[in-house]
């Protein structure tokens, strides 16, 4: 059975699981969805349109599916998505998305430290640690297994691909590709390869020499991109990881920016 406190105030609709335990002050609206055995502290809220998914904790003073902070907004029914087991703790806010997309998604098994913000229209993969105080625009898309160090600040629209590791109090106005490491704040940059990431989930030397030339003809030949990137499409193995930075870079806009290699 579900344990909600007698001080929690739970819409008459919403959809609470098997297992779920609500703590006191917290306030659940009618168009909410949890999942079974989520744990929500006291003194939360959680807004229409949140679907939550299973074995999720939430912390207190989290402010969930609010509406979004977009002058465009006009009250149409849009959502917030969250998977299974992803732990959000205390005075994180995520808003719900807009008609551009109609839902903003976080995924399962992610970490989302406390005072993090996700604005409308983000999109966060499975497996993420996102440390503390850091702020997404609307718009931005976090690939699985990436890690934003404290304080960073990530411009809207902006794409972090899988397994990349920005560094604390930067300020992420560029996409970064898959696999590496960016970071600073008046010059944000690519910083070399998440080496020690990779590792730890498992990459072989050979992924990471394959990562490390491709990203050698793009950052460091001084090509235009377009030629560096045909360059690593007919002289490099077609691998998996190639291939998804490949895709990466090709993918979007055609006027997106990327990071720069540093430059001493």
């Known amino acids: 059975m579900s344990t909600i406190h007698a001080n929690a105030i739970v819409g008459s609709g919403a959809v609470i699981g098997q297992g779920v335990e609500i703590g006191p002050y917290t306030v659940i609206e009618d168009d909410v969805v949890i999942g079974d055995r989520t744990i929500i502290a006291p003194h939360v809220y959680i807004a229409d349109g949140a ?68 604005g409308h229209d983000c999109v966060i993969g499975n497996h993420v640690v996102i440390a503390n105080s850091v702020q997404f625009g609307g718009h931005c898309h976090v690939g699985d297994y990436v890690v934003v160090g404290g304080l960073a600040g990530v411009h809207q629209f902006v794409r972090i691909g899988r397994y990349a590791m920005v560094g604390g ?46 990203y050698r003809v793009i950052f460091q030949s001084g090509l235009l991109l377009s030629n560096a990137l045909e360059i690593v499409r007919r002289d490099m193995p077609q691998t998996a990881e190639v291939l998804e930075i490949l895709r990466f870079f090709e993918s979007g806009e055609y006027n997106r920016k990327f990071i720069k290699p540093f430059k001493s």
């Open 51 to 118: 679907r939550i998914g299973s074995e999720c904790r939430i912390g207190s003073g989290a402010v969930l599916s609010t509406a979004p902070q977009d002058l465009k907004y006009a009250g149409e029914k849009t959502c917030l998505e969250i998977g299974d087991r992803t732990v959000i703790r205390e005075f994180v806010t995520l808003n719900r998305g807009t008609k551009a997309s109609g839902r903003t998604v976080v995924g399962s098994d992610n970490l989302i430290m406390a005072y993090v913000h996700a």
């Open 169 to 214: 109090i930067s300020r992420a106005a560029l996409d970064v590709p898959p696999f590496v490491m960016a970071g600073g704040h008046s010059s944000f940059r690519y910083e070399g390869l998440n080496v020690i990431g990779l590792k730890r989930r498992g990459f072989t030397q050979e992924q990471l020499g394959n990562i490390r030339e491709a």
